[in-house]
Structures are given as structure tokens and as C-alpha cells.
Nanobody, 119 residues
Framework: VQLQASGGGLVQAGGSLRLSCAASGRTFSSYYMVWFRQTAGNEREFVAAISRSGAFTYYKNSVKGRFTISRDNTKNTTVYLQMNSLKPEDTAVYYC????????????WGQGTLVTVSS
């Protein structure tokens, strides 16, 4: 599976962005899909995950109610991260990953996409 993240950019606090992670390969629906983020000098941190079918989602506490993860297992084979009510502390490079569980054993990673939230 190859992953290509996009959608990052500069937005003012309170604004919204939607990140996309396009997956190639016919096994997309076999994987949990996960979004992480990382700021300079810090470890990569979990943001959100979605189950293979999309029925179950998991979020970092600080983004609950503001971020929504979703996926398209049909035509587009893409996972999305809708980010609303953005805060300056959401500024980071965001990465998508594919794994056999939502919290570990990630097998594939996409390149990052930078999100900058100005105050």
C-alpha cells in the first residue's frame, strides 16, 4: 500500500481544513487507517484512527468534537481528516498510516503534510 497525504496549509485559528490520504493497492480496506502529527523536537503523536469498515473511530482527547476521520473504501480508497475549530496547538506535520490495529503495528506510512494554524 502506498499512501499520499495532502490538504495541509495555512489557516487562521477557528478555521477548518480537510486532509486526505490517498491509498494505492487493492488491500486498502484490510487496514486500520490512522492519522498522526508531529512538531519539531517532539515525538509523533496519535490523532485519530478508523477501523477497516469505518464503523469505529478513535480520537486523541484534545481533538474529540473538532476532528472527524472517515474513509472511502470504494472508488477513491482514501482516508480523510476533517479538522474544524483549529487551534494554534494543532500546528504540525500530519502523517497517515495503515496498520493491522488502531494503536500499533503500522505497516505503511505516507509523507507528511504541514498544517499551520495562525493565532
Amino acid at each position: 500500500v502506498q499512501l499520499q497525504a495532502s490538504g495541509g496549509g495555512l489557516v487562521q485559528a477557528g478555521g477548518s481544513l480537510r486532509l486526505s490520504c490517498a491509498a494505492s493497492g487493492r488491500t486498502f480496506s484490510s487496514y486500520y487507517m490512522v492519522w498522526f502529527r508531529q512538531t519539531a523536537g517532539n515525538e509523533r503523536e496519535f490523532v485519530a484512527a478508523i477501523s477497516r469498515s469505518g464503523a469505529f473511530t478513535y480520537y486523541k482527547n484534545s481533538v474529540k468534537g473538532r476532528f472527524t476521520i472517515s474513509r472511502d473504501n470504494t472508488k477513491n480508497t482514501t482516508v480523510y481528516l476533517q479538522m474544524n475549530s483549529l487551534k494554534p496547538e494543532d500546528t504540525a506535520v500530519y502523517y497517515c498510516a495503515a496498520g493491522v490495529s488502531p494503536f500499533d503495528n503500522y505497516e505503511y506510512w505516507g509523507q507528511g503534510t504541514l498544517v499551520t494554524v495562525s493565532s
